[in-house]
């Protein structure tokens, strides 16, 4: 498995766009990067995936660069309601994958 | 539709007391997991199953074992619960990967405390 550092934390203020990198040097040929986001007293949820280039939802973009060995999260006017914790995973498009979450990067959005 | 369903959502056990956390998935998922979170910490693997009939250990397996009752079952037993058990314990199920999601979802978690 493909070890990720992002950083620990994180602080913004309501309106701006936040970036998150994520650091994996190891990516494997068939590995995706995945995003996930875990608000207080919850379980995690998956926000965002890719595998190169840009990928754009609802909620957020992910940038990917060609080498691919860091991906970054972006949040585009952040809320209050986004103070969460974000996690980056790194796991294969095929088959079973163990999904081995990191520490994370623990988001705090202020008025 | 439920989801991913944990019981309980609270238990507080005595030192060297044995439990079982109960998982079951709605979603006709292969893959089932138990993570385990301390305050203000990231989320670690206890154990998975990639499908029904497999289990194996992840990063902190100690003191855990755990059963694929089915495809829709994965629990999470303690034998002999000890303080540093103390956690807020999530499970959760994957299909599996497509060209679209590596996704995971999970269950609402069961704070335990061990006294």
């Known amino acids: 498995l493909a070890k990720t550092t992002q950083p620990i934390s994180m602080d913004s203020y309501e309106g701006q766009e936040v970036n998150i990198t994520c650091s994996h040097n190891?990516?494997?040929?068939?590995?995706?990067i995945t995003w996930y986001q875990q608000f207080p007293s919850q379980g995690p949820r998956f926000i965002i995936q890719?595998?190169?280039t840009k990928v754009t939802n609802e909620v957020a973009s992910l940038f990917i660069p060609a080498d691919r060995k860091s991906s970054t999260l972006s949040l585009p006017r952040v809320s209050l309601s986004d103070t969460a914790v974000y996690y980056c995973l790194v796991a294969a498009n095929t088959g079973f994958q163990k999904l081995v979450f990191g520490t994370g990067t623990r988001l705090l959005v202020s008025p | 539709n439920a989801g991913v369903t944990q019981t309980p959502k609270f238990q507080v056990l005595k030192t060297g007391q044995s439990m079982t956390l109960q998982c079951a998935q709605d979603m006709n998922h292969n893959s089932m997991y138990w993570y385990r979170q301390d305050p203000g910490m990231g989320l670690r693997l206890i154990y998975y199953s990639a499908s029904e009939g497999t289990t194996d250990k992840g990063e902190v397996p100690n003191g855990y074992n755990v059963s694929r009752l089915n495809k829709r079952e994965f629990s999470l037993r303690l034998e002999s619960a000890a303080p540093s058990q103390t956690s807020v314990y999530f499970c959760?199920?994957?299909?599996?990967?497509?060209?679209?999601?590596?996704?995971?979802?999970f269950g609402q978690g069961t704070r335990l405390t061990v006294v």
């Open positions: 959760a199920s994957s299909e599996g990967a497509t060209r679209d999601r590596v996704e995971a979802f």
């Open positions: 890719g595998y190169k």
């Open positions: 190891n990516i494997a040929t068939n590995d995706y």
